[in-house]
């Protein structure tokens, strides 16, 4: 168990509806990154904020946004879905901001868009 | 940006024997290389890293090779078992950019 938590483990959902996935991260960890894995893509960094801030940006859809909030914990939002953001989604968590702190990931969020 | 790629997409070893994975990457200014094991259902788990300021690291039966003359890097399993089996992904980055993953390979440790 990496400590950080995901929820939900599943959802399922229409084509141009919006969803959102929730990260706890570990505690003590300030940074939040957000990674989309599907098969034709792979594993792909679509976010990090850092102590509630926006940290980077990696290739993260204009249909998509995400916050971190006080409590550290961070949503990410999915709107205007099409069948192709059908994947994986995973949160990960580390102590400091830099990406060559040690990464925790959580066991992931199921998207299926039908 | 960084680019990574990863060979081979699957490997097949008999119990005991050794299995090496390797990654290649584009950008010279990359100096960290973590590689991480993805068991069924579960999320990556970081099983070692490599900086840029190092050539070799080894952690028991893991080790890991980074040439940056050449831009590639390498996992290396020895003694594998049964529970070794899963994906692995190597990635790169700069530090402080967003970290880019290789496609993964498939390790299937026969008993």
């Known amino acids: 168990d990496s400590g950080v938590t995901q929820t939900p483990k599943h959802l399922i959902t229409a084509t141009g509806q919006r969803v959102t996935l929730r990260c706890s991260p570990r505690?003590?960890?300030?940074?939040v990154y957000w990674y989309q894995q599907s098969l034709d893509q792979g594993l792909q960094f679509l976010i990090q904020?850092?102590?509630?801030?926006?940290?980077a940006k990696g290739n993260i859809l204009e249909r998509f946004s995400a916050q971190q909030f006080p409590d550290l914990h961070s949503e990410l939002n999915l709107s205007s879905l099409e069948l192709g953001d059908s994947a994986l989604y995973f949160c990960?968590?580390?102590?400091?901001?830099?990406?060559?702190?040690?990464?925790?990931f959580g066991p992931g969020t199921r998207l299926t868009v039908l | 940006g960084e680019n990574v790629e990863q060979h081979p997409s699957t490997l097949s070893v008999q119990e005991g024997d050794s299995a090496v994975i390797k990654c290649t990457y584009s950008?010279?200014?990359?100096?960290?290389f973590p590689w991480y094991k993805q068991e069924l259902g579960k999320g990556p788990q970081l099983i070692i890293d490599?900086?840029?300021?190092?050539g070799e690291k080894k952690d028991q039966r893991i080790a890991v090779t980074l040439n940056k003359t050449a831009k590639h890097f390498s996992l290396h399993i020895t003694e594998t078992q049964p529970e070794d089996s899963a994906v692995y992904f190597c990635?790169?980055?700069?530090?402080?950019?967003?970290?880019?993953f290789g496609a993964g390979t498939r390790l299937t440790v026969k008993p």
């Open positions: 990960a968590s580390s102590v400091g901001w830099a990406t060559d702190n040690e990464q925790f």
């Open positions: 505690s003590g960890d300030l940074s």
């Open positions: 904020y850092y102590n509630g801030e926006e940290r």
């Open positions: 950008d010279s200014a990359s100096n960290y």
């Open positions: 490599i900086r840029s300021n190092v």
């Open positions: 990635a790169a980055s700069i530090r402080g950019d967003d970290m880019r």
